[in-house]
């Protein structure tokens, strides 16, 4: 414990270091990429609620990732952009463990998610003629329910631990956000509840969700080479191919990012992986799903249609 404690006091985001013009054009981007996810991730959702056609599990769990990655790319880039055009990049110490909270939340609930997402796929293929029963309107609403529960009350207790921790030394986190692993470097004591605790629930979400993912598309891929149907196995490998997509892409980062032995960060690597993870991947999802999915693009075309309709004149 070398320097004061500092306890309450605003902390410093380094993020990225570039000049005016450089920023200027970082801003633009960034903040085309954030407008385009959120009108992409909003038009899935209106395009579950409104086509009968997807009223399915597989796209209610759908709508709610959208929803989901609304708020998840929400609680980081809002800041960042206003950080890449100031010259204080500063924060409060509530207001970083306050995001540090939800950002992590909503990282659990995708992993959760994708996991439920992965359960529901495994159930629809390899368990065809019993999937009604098991995948009914009451168990879907009670698996997302309990995926968002686990996620609030599972992080509570690293970030309450963490408003009573002190902080030592000039409070300058070398990060576009308060993240975890550069916010403990500045703690005046190493290995506390909140260090210890969100390492052991990190492993956990992260490795157990992505088992489940795994073992399930292990039985999925079994099952389809085992239909004598071409039609079949090309329709089965369609409705999994872009969820197993977008799996790899998270968990390529986040496990890189979030479950390294301690001492192997790399935070300037680090941000650039993160940005990409937070702000690309939310984009990529919409599309992803919605270019690959044979009934989106048909709803899509359908209220495309139906807006045709209603602009034309009488």
């Keep these: 414990m070398a320097e004061n404690d500092t306890t309450g006091a605003d902390f410093l985001l380094v993020g990225f270091l570039m000049s005016q013009k450089q920023g200027v054009i970082a801003f633009t981007i960034f903040l085309f990429i954030y407008t385009v996810t959120?009108?992409?991730?909003?038009?899935?959702?209106?395009?579950?609620?409104?086509?009968?056609?997807?009223?399915?599990?597989?796209?209610?769990?759908?709508?709610?990732?959208?929803?989901?990655?609304?708020?998840?790319?929400?609680?980081?880039?809002?800041?960042?952009l206003a950080d890449i055009l100031s010259k204080r990049r500063l924060i409060s110490h509530n207001g970083c463990i306050t995001q540090l909270y939800f950002f992590f939340v909503f990282g659990a609930m995708e992993n959760l998610l994708l996991g439920v997402m992965a359960l529901d796929r495994f159930l629809a293929i390899c368990y065809p003629l019993h999937y009604p029963i098991f995948m009914n309107d009451r168990t879907f609403v009670q698996l997302t329910g309990g995926c968002w529960v686990f996620s609030c009350v599972s992080l509570l207790l690293p970030a309450v631990s963490m408003y009573q921790l002190s902080f030592c030394g000039p409070l300058v986190i070398d990060h576009v956000f308060c993240d975890f692993s550069p916010l403990m470097k500045l703690s005046c004591k190493r290995n506390s509840l909140s260090?210890?605790?969100?390492?052991?629930?990190?492993?956990?979400?992260?490795?157990?969700?992505?088992?489940?993912?795994?073992?399930?598309?292990?039985?999925?891929?079994?099952?389809?080479?085992?239909?004598?149907?071409?039609?079949?196995?090309?329709?089965?490998?369609?409705?999994?191919a872009s969820h197993l997509m977008v799996v790899l892409i998270y968990y390529g980062s986040a496990?890189?990012?979030?479950?390294?032995?301690?001492?192997?960060?790399?935070?300037?690597?680090?941000?650039?992986?993160?940005?990409?993870?937070?702000?690309?991947?939310?984009?990529?999802?919409?599309?992803?799903?919605?270019?690959?999915?044979?009934?989106?693009?048909?709803a899509m075309k359908r209220m495309i249609a139906r807006l045709k309709v209603l602009r034309s004149p009488v």
């Design 195 to 240: 260090e210890v605790s969100f390492t052991i629930i990190s492993w956990i979400v992260i490795l157990c969700c992505f088992f489940l993912i795994m073992m399930s598309y292990i039985f999925i891929i079994v099952t389809i080479l085992r239909m004598s149907s071409t039609a079949r196995r090309q329709n089965a490998f369609a409705t999994c």
């Design 38 to 80: 959120i009108m992409a991730n909003i038009l899935i959702i209106v395009l579950v609620r409104m086509d009968q056609s997807l009223h399915k599990p597989m796209y209610f769990f759908l709508s709610n990732f959208s929803f989901l990655e609304i708020w998840y790319i929400t609680t980081i880039v809002p800041k960042m």
């Design 255 to 298: 496990m890189f990012i979030y479950i390294r032995p301690p001492g192997h960060e790399s935070f300037p690597f680090d941000k650039v992986l993160f940005v990409f993870c937070v702000v690309a991947t939310p984009l990529m999802n919409p599309i992803i799903y919605s270019l690959r999915n044979q009934e989106v693009k048909t």
